[in-house]
């Protein structure tokens, strides 16, 4: 635990005395009972039960000064709040490769139960896009806190040739920052422009003042695919876009890190899970990379998120409950002193 004002905890070197000061006060008072004829008198009027309760209203009040001391100095801890994410866009790879049966049922069911689990345990102020992409990237599902609309778009997905992960940040931020300028519809259309910079393949960019990554909280992008980049812009471009607006994207990789010959629609292809680029894309944008190699590393990656992005953890100043504390414990000695005694204290 630290503390805002740390100096004021050497007034809690006081407490000694206050101590010290009540049982000079106890002994005064003995000695004052001596003066009685019988001290049998006395101790029958005090009863063994009324000497111990004497002793708790002091023990309270001095734990409440304490308390009180303790909020003086603006204690800070770290407690876990609710997150104010307000936006999640799930950028959904469904290029050819995602029937591998090397997940089961294969990757692209496997994927989509994930994600629908994912957003049945998301709380209900949360907005969800949905984001497809194959050789191009199109919105799915505009954000919605509708989870109805959510997984009707998740299960219409239809898969398509080539891979564009570029294409699929850059339409998700499209998304987020409608005003932003960004040319949705050149990344929409497939695109064998690999390795062109982002700024040339977009009309426009408007003028905006870069802030730290990962500093925009009320939004975030969680980027799923089994395969490396085929088409379309550079994703690490489109990274650098996305951490110049603070936005946090956590990628997931799905599939084969070796890689498997796929076969679709009569051809077949070698897919290879590009981790080094996936996780290149989330540490830029200060954010996490997971690898799934199984259904259930899936699901458990999603819960995983959900956690994260529904909750964080903050050093929060806490006096208001010491001194919550405080209030309570000199109100409690109080009120047993009037009980048992009459008086305060």
Known sequence: MNFVWPQFLWLLAALPLLVLLYLWLIRRKKKLAVRYASLSIVRE??????????????????LAMAAMLVAAARPLAVVVLPSNQQTIILAMDVSGSMRAADVLPNRLVAA?????SFIKDLPRSVKVGIVA????AQVAQLPTTNHDDLVTAIDSFQLQRATATGNAIVVSLATLFPDAGIDVEQFSAPSRQRGMPLDQTEKK?????????????????IMLTDGQRTTGVDPLDAAKAAADRGVRI??????????????FEGWSM??????????????????????AGTANDLKKVYQTLSSRLTVEKKETEISGLFALGAALLALLSAGLSLLWFNRIL
């Open 133 to 136: 992409f194959a050789g191009s």
């Open 112 to 116: 989509q139960e994930a994600a629908k």
């Open 45 to 62: 009027a005090i009863g063994t039960g009324q000497s111990v309760r004497r002793h708790i209203p002091p023990l309270l009040f001095l």
């Open 250 to 263: 956590y990628t997931v990789g799905v599939g084969t890190v070796d890689g498997e010959t796929i076969g």
């Open 205 to 221: 960019l408007k003028d905006f003042t870069p802030v730290a990554p990962g500093s925009y909280t009320s939004a975030a992008i």
């Open 270 to 291: 070698r897919v290879r899970l590009d981790e080094d680029t996936l996780k290149a894309i989330a540490q830029k944008t200060q954010a996490d990379y997971f690898y």
